[in-house]
């Protein structure tokens, strides 16, 4: 009877015990649940306000002037605000198991434990998270990368060591005829002039090694290949005149540092104006003096060829001696 009476108080232990287990587990998944809904309103509060600005871009390029631009950076954006929600999620899990199940005894936890959810979890958040990110990346490139039939304005730009030569086109492809051109010298940076509010086709193609265009307010950049590669961009318009530095992107040689230029967003009417001078025969400056514009790059300059200081051979010194 003794023996049989104390089976008894054991099972009914091992029956009591089973609802608080229950109830840990439904409150384990509460506090799963809690984080989760904290985590998307506090991505939903982000999202509503100039993060980038605020965080400085999270190292992303601000001051994008075309609708492409903005595209790359909103994505941007929106990728390390998904990020830092994941890690805020998974940083507080971590120091949750660390203050939870921390030791309390020299008697090592059971190992044949699991929990379902838990592993559930963690092998598919992973794969949603991964598949998110890879179609919004996906429509951001077929967007930002596309090609129009009819641009508006159409340009060749022609790369060599080390300059820039830009060629206004009445068409596309090789065969179209360049109706105006504006060419970069040693003592004379070039100047690409293109207008607000229209499309712009870029056709690149280099004389001599790869070089790379580049206009970081443009936050795109497209190598310039030698040969019969013509590297094709469009943007659909650019959004705020001004005077914007551009770059070769791609260590092509011994003044590459220096090979830049300078791109002049102006009005739909002053790039007619221009184009009508330089059709007229007028020089570059003469064409930008005619529109109002400053004749001369602003946010760049020339390099130091050597020819006049600091020479080789400078005219001072006498022949057969040492400087």
């Known amino acids: ?55 400085g871009g999270f190292g992303w390029p601000q001051g994008g002037i075309t609708p492409e631009s903005h595209r790359m950076y909103d994505l941007w954006i929106a990728s390390c605000i998904a990020a830092l929600a994941v890690g805020v999620f998974v940083w507080g899990l971590i120091f949750w198991c660390v203050v939870r199940y921390r030791k309390r005894g020299n008697d090592l936890p059971v190992q044949t434990r699991y929990n379902m959810p838990m592993e559930f979890l963690y092998t598919i958040a992973p794969i949603l998270i991964v598949s998110v990110l890879f179609y919004y990346t996906a429509v951001v490139q077929t967007d930002v990368t596309k090609t129009t039939k009819n641009p508006d304005v159409t340009v060749e730009i022609v790369a060599f060591k080390w300059n820039w030569q830009f060629n206004y086109r009445d068409g596309q492809g090789k065969d179209a005829n360049t109706v105006a051109s504006v060419l970069g010298t040693s003592e004379v940076i070039p100047i690409l002039v293109l207008p607000t509010g229209q499309s712009i086709r870029f056709e690149e193609t280099s004389k001599d090694v790869v070089h790379s265009f580049w206009v970081p307010e443009m936050l795109f950049k497209r190598d310039v290949m030698p040969g019969n590669i013509r590297n094709v961009f469009e943007v659909s318009s650019l959004d705020a005149e001004g005077a914007y530095v551009g770059r070769c992107a791609e260590l092509c040689g011994s003044y590459h540092a220096f090979m830049n230029f300078e791109l002049r967003v102006v009005s739909p009417e002053q790039y007619d104006q221009f184009l009508a001078a330089k059709r007229d025969g007028k020089s570059t400056q003469e064409a930008l003096t005619a529109i109002g514009e400053d004749p001369y790059a602003s946010t760049t300059q020339p390099f130091n060829t050597r020819r006049d200081t600091a020479n080789f051979n400078p005219d001072d010194v006498a022949a057969g001696a040492g400087s």
């Open 1 to 55: 009877m003794v023996a049989r009476s104390s089976e008894v108080r054991q099972s009914a232990v091992r029956h009591s015990a089973s609802p608080g287990v229950g109830g840990r587990r439904r409150r384990g998944a509460g506090r799963l649940a809690g984080l989760g809904l904290g985590g998307a309103a506090l991505l939903v509060l982000l999202t509503g306000c100039d993060v980038g600005k605020t965080f």
